[in-house]
């Protein structure tokens, strides 16, 4: 049907968004991801060679994902099919699946965007395999959400994924001016009120054009400008208190953690609140307190996690603006915790350990022997069940043989770790005793 609209002529006289009329038509057109378009860029060197592999953009709303894709696919001869995770099921991957693979025994590649991946189950993921396997389709996935979280590993081990950046000012303002070129017509806003539409916009490009589609339908008299207050009456959003795109936001967030690990619930409660001032999202901020909670409290405070990860789903349950103060909870709960970072120490130092020690077996005695022949070989043999065991305790080795016991863990001298300590001297005690 959009076939025959475009054929008559009639698509350019309906109404179209700002945003649509102004979508690039070449990647040298499209702004703001010069790190993965550019001469040295991923995408860039992929158009390049004409050797377009399978990819997952990750990154904010507005940042261009769906548009790449599209002038990809243009740009390395693909046909282009789109589907969106949250309308798309079973039926509908097989359908695609087919046409694809039909295109490719007429010898022509299809690239496939699939907007929201991240929505997709197990399941549905798993069924991309065979077909970016057997080349039938390249794929692109587009997720708001960090994929190392969201997608299966088997989808991402065969992917690369790509960071898409939030545009910076520069970027935005680029747009305001390729917009009123369109237009004709210089955005009626005094200087301040023009620095003001840029952060509302907040790094995404849709979302710039959008607000200038609002001033110009409520456009004062010719000669007059809109100053900051009148913008915001106009479009109804306010100004966020800080750019979460850019330096302010991390530097919020890295004032937020450096006081709940200085053990200041009382400045840690005023970055809190300016951070939800400014328009974060609420969970960003919970899944902030989950990592401080393992990163800095660990085992000086073992509830700490259980609070931050209780704060957080209640934040879920309740919404907003009822779920904020579940958060607030945490921030001090976390704040006035006992600080350690043992657990995190003996993390690192046990990863490297492992990377440099190659594939040591464990020793014989703990394998278990579920076939006669292994038994004869000795596996399982000698093991103690510690239970057993006076003091419930047998102090065996469980290192590799020939490989000296290490020591990672050191429990710090405060909260919960000093009755770690504690059980960790007794035991060292009774292993010494033993030998």
Same mark, same amino acid.
């Given at each position: 049907?959009?076939?025959?609209?475009?054929?008559?002529?009639?698509?350019?006289?309906?109404?179209?968004?700002?945003?649509?009329?102004?979508?690039?038509?070449?990647?040298?057109?499209?702004?703001?991801? #010069?790190?993965?378009?550019?001469?040295?860029?991923?995408?860039?060197?992929?158009?390049?060679?004409?050797?377009?592999?399978?990819?997952?953009?990750?990154?904010?709303?507005?940042?261009?994902?769906?548009?790449?894709?599209?002038?990809?696919?243009?740009?390395?001869?693909?046909?282009?099919?789109?589907?969106?995770?949250?309308?798309?099921?079973?039926?509908?991957?097989?359908?695609? /699946?087919?046409?694809?693979?039909?295109?490719?025994?007429?010898?022509?590649?299809?690239?496939?965007?699939?907007?929201?991946?991240?929505?997709?189950?197990?399941?549905?993921?798993?069924? /991309?395999?065979?077909?970016?396997?057997?080349?039938?389709?390249?794929?692109?996935?587009?997720?708001?959400?960090?994929?190392?979280?969201?997608?299966?590993?088997?989808?991402?081990?065969?992917?690369?994924?790509?960071?898409?950046?939030?545009?910076?000012?520069?970027?935005?303002?680029?747009?305001?001016?390729?917009?009123?070129?369109?237009?004709?017509?210089?955005?009626?806003?005094?200087?301040?009120?023009?620095?003001?539409?840029?952060?509302?916009?907040?790094?995404?490009?849709? @979302?710039? /054009?959008?607000?200038?589609?609002?001033?110009?339908?409520?456009?004062?008299?010719?000669?007059?400008?809109?100053?900051?207050?009148?913008?915001?009456?106009?479009?109804?959003?306010?100004?966020?208190?800080?750019?979460? @795109?850019?330096?302010?936001?991390?530097?919020?967030?890295?004032?937020?953690?450096?006081?709940?690990?200085?053990?200041?619930?009382?400045?840690?409660?005023?970055?809190?609140?300016?951070?939800?001032?400014?328009?974060?999202?609420?969970?960003?901020?919970?899944?902030?307190?989950?990592?401080?909670?393992?990163?800095?409290?660990?085992?000086?405070?073992?509830?700490?996690?259980?609070?931050?990860?209780?704060?957080?789903?209640?934040?879920? /349950?309740?919404?907003?603006?009822?779920?904020?103060?579940?958060?607030?909870?945490?921030?001090?709960?976390?704040?006035?915790?006992?600080?350690?970072?043992?657990?995190?120490?003996?993390?690192?130092?046990?990863?490297?350990?492992?990377?440099?020690?190659?594939?040591?077996?464990?020793?014989?005695?703990?394998?278990?022997?579920?076939?006669?022949?292994?038994?004869?070989?000795?596996?399982?043999?000698?093991?103690?069940?510690?239970?057993?065991?006076?003091?419930?305790? @047998?102090?065996?080795?469980?290192?590799?043989?020939?490989?000296?016991?290490?020591?990672?863990?050191?429990?710090? @001298?405060?909260?919960?770790?000093? #009755?770690?300590?504690?059980?960790?001297?007794?035991?060292?005690?009774?292993?010494?005793?033993?030998?």
């Amino acid at each position: 049907m959009s076939d025959l609209f475009e054929n008559a002529g009639l698509e350019n006289q309906a109404p179209r968004p700002l945003a649509d009329r102004l979508r690039p038509q070449k990647l040298a057109e499209v702004v703001g991801q #010069e790190h993965l378009l550019g001469e040295k860029g991923f995408l860039g060197a992929m158009v390049r060679t004409q050797q377009m592999g399978s990819v997952i953009f990750w990154g904010p709303p507005g940042s261009g994902k769906t548009t790449i894709a599209r002038l990809l696919a243009h740009e390395t001869d693909l046909h282009f099919e789109q589907i969106s995770a949250i309308f798309s099921g079973v039926k509908e991957l097989r359908e695609v /699946f087919e046409r694809a693979g039909k295109r490719r025994r007429d010898g022509i590649g299809t690239l496939l965007f699939v907007d929201e991946i991240h929505r997709f189950n197990k399941s549905q993921q798993d069924s /991309f395999l065979p077909h970016l396997e057997d080349g039938t389709i390249v794929l692109v996935g587009a997720t708001t959400e960090n994929p190392s979280f969201e997608l299966n590993s088997a989808l991402l081990s065969r992917t690369s994924v790509l960071t898409f950046k939030r545009l910076d000012e520069s970027g935005l303002e680029t747009l305001l001016q390729k917009a009123e070129r369109h237009l004709e017509r210089v955005l009626p806003l005094d200087k301040e009120a023009r620095a003001a539409l840029v952060n509302m916009a907040d790094g995404d490009g849709r @979302s710039v /054009f959008n607000l200038v589609e609002d001033v110009m339908r409520g456009a004062p008299k010719e000669g007059e400008l809109l100053d900051t207050q009148q913008l915001v009456a106009l479009v109804q959003r306010r100004a966020p208190v800080y750019d979460k @795109s850019g330096e302010g936001h991390y530097n919020l967030v890295s004032a937020l953690h450096k006081a709940i690990r200085g053990s200041d619930p009382q400045a840690a409660l005023y970055w809190f609140a300016r951070m939800l001032a400014g328009g974060e999202d609420p969970l960003f901020i919970a899944r902030r307190l989950v990592r401080m909670a393992v990163e800095d409290i660990g085992l000086g405070d073992p509830h700490a996690l259980l609070q931050a990860n209780a704060a957080k789903e209640a934040y879920q /349950f309740l919404g907003s603006p009822e779920g904020e103060l579940a958060l607030a909870q945490s921030v001090v709960y976390l704040a006035t915790a006992p600080k350690s970072n043992a657990v995190y120490a003996a993390y690192k130092a046990a990863m490297s350990s492992a990377k440099n020690s190659g594939s040591l077996a464990p020793p014989k005695h703990i394998i278990n022997a579920p076939t006669k022949f292994m038994k004869q070989e000795g596996y399982g043999a000698e093991y103690e069940y510690d239970p057993d065991c006076e003091d419930g305790f @047998s102090g065996q080795n469980y290192f590799p043989d020939g490989f000296a016991a290490q020591s990672y863990y050191q429990p710090v @001298s405060r909260g919960y770790e000093r #009755e770690i300590q504690k059980r960790l001297d007794y035991w060292d005690a009774l292993r010494k005793k033993r030998k």
